[in-house]
């Protein structure tokens, strides 16, 4: 089975500063997917970035980048030029595929505030 | 696109009381997904529906949950004689096999709370 580990429960910066987020991630499987998802307060989930394993190239999404380390089965997640719209958890994903259901396997979350 | 949308929101119940939430996925999503997250944890796969067919359940789905996603449209998910334990958010996801193929979108959640 799949697990998902994020070892950091609470992170704080200040606005503006860059702040990177960790990830480590268990599997034998050689095709899979990463995602970070970040949950702001009471509201929903949405998709920050995503990772296909086979892509050697490291996915950017305007402020948003990741280093993914496929040997070592890291996948970070640094936010540049933070903003406080950034505050939310953070979770890190794993997804399988090709074989049955497609799920999401979640870390736990790193609750991140972004501080004026 | 209008998004996943669940309804209740919320839903405030007593124990041993039955409960039904509803998803609607992303039009022309095939692939509908159920989620529970208790608090400050990340979400856990309960079901997955392609189309209209339940292809996968978790261990975490007992017997007291059923989950239907009738034409492959919309789905429901049900629990029987609610426990305390019950309590959480259910999420819902969709996703296809278009563009950003495998991404899942999530809802809202409903959050039941079982007193």
């Known amino acids: 089975a799949q697990t998902v580990t994020q070892s950091q429960p609470e992170m704080s910066v200040q606005e503006a500063e860059t702040v990177t987020l960790s990830c480590t991630y268990d599997?034998?499987?050689?095709?899979?997917?990463l995602f970070w998802y970040k949950q702001p307060p009471s509201r929903q989930m949405i998709l920050v970035i995503r990772?296909?394993?086979?892509?050697?190239q490291n996915a950017t999404e305007n402020r948003f980048s990741v280093n993914f380390q496929k040997a070592a089965k890291s996948f970070s997640l640094k936010i540049s030029d933070s903003q406080l719209g950034d505050t939310a958890m953070y979770f890190c994903?794993?997804?399988?595929?090709?074989?049955?259901?497609?799920?999401?396997?979640f870390g736990q979350g790193t609750r991140l505030t972004i501080n004026p | 696109d209008t998004g996943v949308s669940q309804d209740p929101r919320h839903k405030i119940t007593k124990r041993g009381q039955n409960v039904t939430f509803r998803c609607d996925p992303i039009?022309?999503?095939?692939?509908l997904y159920w989620y529970r997250q208790t608090l400050g944890q990340g979400p856990e796969f309960l079901t997955y529906?392609?189309?209209?067919?339940?292809?996968?359940k978790s261990r975490l789905l007992s017997d007291r949950f059923s989950a239907e996603r009738p034409k492959g449209s919309f789905s429901t998910l049900e629990i029987q004689r609610t426990e305390q334990g019950d309590s959480a958010m259910y999420l819902c996801?969709?996703?296809?096999?278009?563009?950003?193929?495998?991404?899942?979108?999530f809802g809202p959640g409903t959050r039941l709370t079982v007193l």
């Open positions: 996801a969709s996703s296809s096999t278009g563009v950003m193929t495998d991404t899942q979108y």
């Open positions: 599997t034998s499987e050689s095709n899979y997917y």
């Open positions: 990772q296909e394993a086979y892509k050697q």
């Open positions: 994903a794993f997804m399988k595929l090709f074989q049955g259901a497609q799920k999401l396997v």
């Open positions: 039009s022309e999503h095939n692939r």
């Open positions: 529906f392609q189309n209209e067919a339940q292809l996968e």
